[in-house]
Nanobody, 120 residues
Framework: VQLQASGGGLVQSGGSLRLSCVAS????????MGWYRQAPGKEREVVAR???????TYAGSVKGRFTISRDDAKNTVYLQMNSLEPEDTAVYYC???????????????WGQGTLVTVSS
């Protein structure tokens, strides 16, 4: 199973970006999908998660500005980021709990990360 993230880039404060992450490979089903981020010198933190029933959770710092969604037909999770602030600058990683074909449990998979830089 591979997760490929895209959509990062350089944006001015107040701007918007949309991240995408496609899961591919030996996939039977996907439970949770999510986005995490790691800023320079800081630990990785959760940004947003979405369950296979569509239930969402957000970090307090992004609530009201970011929206997570998923397209199960495409095994894809999105993160719409609005009103970006310099504090949002980080490498963003996607994550998915995947049940592979022939398996009876979920494994945790990570994408390679995409850099988001917000200038003031």
């Amino acid at each position: 199973v591979q997760l490929q993230a895209s959509g990062g880039g350089l944006v001015q404060s107040g701007g918007s970006l949309r991240l995408s992450c496609v899961a591919s490979g030996n996939i039977f089903s996907i439970n949770y999908m999510g986005w995490y981020r790691q800023a320079p010198g800081k630990e990785r933190e959760v940004v947003a998660r979405i369950s296979n029933s569509g239930r969402t959770t957000y970090a307090g710092s992004v609530k009201g500005r970011f929206t997570i969604s998923r397209d199960d037909a495409k095994n894809t999770v999105y993160l719409q980021m609005n009103s970006l602030e310099p504090e949002d600058t980080a490498v963003y990683y996607c994550n998915a709990d995947v049940e592979q074909l022939g398996s009876n449990y979920y494994d945790d998979f990570w994408g390679q990360g995409t850099l988001v830089t917000v200038s003031s």
